[in-house]
């Protein structure tokens, strides 16, 4: 086989490159090693920048997002026995989408069966070859066979575990990483949300986030230790902690539903530089993760594609190496923004195990000065709706 551009990853990144590379006639193959109801299953990310609205619009993928989609104007701090409202829209003029990265991938998915583009999935052991050289390709097995697919660039949209930053030498790369010593332990009920817009809430006993995914799913997150076991975690004790750290009269009319969907993430601030070499160019998380108090890890993701497809079209239209050329260190200027949005937004709201009396008065004062500051709130809106890319 052979193909323009080879996706390597048919998450959200690769659906976005995919689809935009598709309509813009550009061709383009996506491989996974997943099968397509796998992928379809993982629950992730929740709420979507303008930017990221704004792709998928592009990509013609975006009308169930505009029907079903929560458009949101604001998101609440609680902390200290109290809640305060950040008024994104009146700060910033912008809103957040909230519409669950499932529903983003199956929309995505849907798309690209309908254009005819080849997706590739449950390919085993990719491999990346010559991407240093003058002819890059990829083979994988499948079915018992090694097939081979021969590309003039290569995107690796593979994700933290994928194999393409992997497939990179060491001497050629640099990482940056944090780990943070908790995870989030996150549900998924059927019903209303406790709230019509998020929470996040900063208590002794740990961080708690309430979100959601309709005006009738609910999408809840409690800090844990890493060493939780899921199997410990009845509902009824998630509720439980649940309401214990958050401000009475948000917790009143909180609906305990059951949970058809139950797990931990760990918590990591990581990115690899450069984003390129030579035909192989990473994409989203395969090049950087944020922890999620921050909602930037899918918006990201959005923000690579945009600059990749633009230096593509250039590079397949008008023959221009430039934009490919930029790429990285395009991506990385924002990349590395979202990074300290998403590590401050983290330290102030989360307990951390060896929080000593000066830190924890520290962050109380960063809450209250937060809260009372409109130049404090504004930067805070205007990072959380969105840089602009
Ligand atoms: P993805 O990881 O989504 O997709 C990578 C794809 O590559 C997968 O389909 C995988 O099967 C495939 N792949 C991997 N290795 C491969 C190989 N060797 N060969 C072929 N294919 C391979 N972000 C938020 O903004 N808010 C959140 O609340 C949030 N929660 C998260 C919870 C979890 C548990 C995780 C892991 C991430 C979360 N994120 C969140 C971040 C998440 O939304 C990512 O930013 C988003 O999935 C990035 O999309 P992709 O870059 O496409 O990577
Ligand atoms: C979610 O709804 O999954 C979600 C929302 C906001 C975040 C993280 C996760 O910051």
């Known amino acids: 086989m ?9 998450g959200p990144s690769g659906l976005l ?25 993982r629950v992730r990310a929740g709420v979507l920048e303008e930017g990221m609205v704004g792709l998928l619009d592009r990509t013609g993928a975006g009308e169930r997002m505009h029907r079903e ?51 590739i999935f449950e390919a085993g052991d990719v491999v990346l070859h010559d991407f240093d050289g003058d002819q890059p390709h990829i083979t994988y097995k499948k079915n018992g ?7 003039a660039l290569i995107a690796g ?15 050629a790369i640099q990482t940056f990483e944090k780990v943070y010593p908790f995870g989030w332990l996150g549900i998924l009920t059927d019903v209303p949300p406790i709230s019509h817009e998020l929470i996040y809430a900063n208590h002794p006993r740990g961080f708690a986030l309430c979100s959601m995914r309709s005006s009738t799913r609910s999408r809840y997150y409690i800090q844990c230790s890493l060493d939780e076991c899921i199997d410990e ?28 969907e139950k797990s931990i993430a760990p918590l990591r601030s990581f990115v690899a530089e ?15 993760i944020v922890p999620p108090t921050g909602a930037k890890g899918l918006n990201l993701a959005a923000s690579d594609v945009h600059y990749l497809f633009e230096g593509l079209q250039e590079f397949f239209g008008e023959k221009s190496r430039s934009g490919i050329d930029a790429y990285s260190e395009r991506a990385l200027k924002r990349v590395w923004k979202a990074e300290r949005f ?48």
Not at 17 to 39: F, M, V, W
Not at 159 to 170: E, W
């Open 274 to 288: 450069p984003m390129r070499f030579g035909s192989l160019f990473l994409v989203g998380d395969a090049a950087h």
């Open 69 to 119: 989609g929560l458009p949101h104007e604001g998101v609440s701090l609680a902390f200290d026995g109290r809640t305060k409202r950040i008024d994104l829209f009146g700060l910033t003029g912008k809103r957040v989408m909230v519409y669950g990265q499932t529903e983003v991938t199956r929309d995505l998915m849907d798309k690209r069966e309908a254009s005819g583009a080849l997706s």
């Open 233 to 260: 975690w009845s509902d009824d004790r998630f509720y439980d902690e649940l309401r214990r750290r958050l401000p009475a009269e948000q917790a009143e009319p909180l609906v305990c539903g059951p949970s058809f």
């Open 145 to 151: 066979t090694t097939h081979r697919i021969d590309c």
């Open 2 to 10: 052979r193909t323009q551009v080879a996706i390597i990853g048919s």
């Open 157 to 171: 949209c593979d994700g933290y575990h994928g194999v393409s930053r992997r497939s990179v030498p060491k001497a």
């Open 17 to 41: 490159l995919g689809q935009l590379l598709t309509n813009a006639g550009i061709d383009n193959i996506i491989i996974d090693r997943a099968s397509k109801d796998h992928i379809l299953s």
């Open 342 to 389: 998403s590590w401050s937004m983290t330290m102030m709201l989360h307990r951390f195990p060896d929080t000593d009396a000066f830190s924890r008065k520290v962050q109380e004062a960063e809450l209250d000065y937060l809260v009372q500051s409109r130049a404090a709130s504004t930067a805070l809106a205007e990072n959380y709706v969105g840089l602009p890319y």
